[in-house]
């Protein structure tokens, strides 16, 4: 598997490249901002770009989505909960401080269990709300993508328009917690984790 974080934008997003080793197909999680590097990335990787896959729809996340997807010529698959925080995408760019993120239309919305193919590669959709309710993480081999609902010793903000910290608590406790210890997470902000560290020592848990 091909793997590539590149941190972007004011808030410090964490954007992946992913993709097979043996295709060369691959898909751009969460490009919350700097375009220009995140397709440098992709080209120095050799990746050819499927699926822009949003981990949720906060702007810090998408800011870059149409500019990349102009580019590569991608689909776009985030979940249908989200597609109310779209209403409100300007006001909370310029909040933040982010560019205008235009007015991002997915291709089409991804559900619970789905699995999405990258060559060799099966990505699985987990609908893991909370943060926001169409928050889902993408599981990959031994990986998770799992945007804002956790992170190394903390959790996702759940104070932002129809989030919820005991939904967001049940998506951890019966989504993430029941996979091997193993299991390495990899979180919209900050660095990586693993399922057994953070059963250990998150002291939300």
Do not use: W
């Amino acid at each position: 598997m091909i793997l590539k974080t590149i941190t972007v934008g004011p808030l410090g997003v964490n954007c992946y490249l992913i993709g097979c080793e043996k295709t060369k197909a691959g898909a751009v999680i969460d490009p919350g901002d700097d375009a220009p590097i995140i397709s440098n990335a992709i080209k120095q990787n050799e990746l050819d770009i499927k699926y822009i896959l949003l981990t949720h729809g906060h702007v810090d996340h998408l800011a870059h989505l149409m500019k990349l997807r102009d580019e590569i010529n991608a689909q776009f698959l985030m979940h249908q909960e989200d597609a109310f925080l779209f209403k409100g995408l300007l006001a909370q760019a310029l909040m933040f401080g982010l560019p205008n993120p235009g007015n991002p239309k997915p291709d089409r919305f991804i559900a619970e269990g789905e699995e999405i193919l990258l060559g060799e590669l099966k990505i699985k959709v987990l609908h893991t709300p909370g943060h926001s309710p169409g928050s889902v993480t993408y599981f990959v081999e031994d990986k998770l993508f799992v945007g804002d609902l956790v992170f190394a010793g903390s959790i996702g903000r759940t104070d932002l328009p129809k989030g919820n910290y005991q939904t967001l608590i049940n998506s951890i406790e019966t989504k993430i917690f029941t996979l091997p210890d193993e299991t390495i997470i990899y979180p919209g902000h900050g660095p990586t984790t693993t399922v057994g560290q953070e059963k250990a020592t998150n002291p939300f848990f």
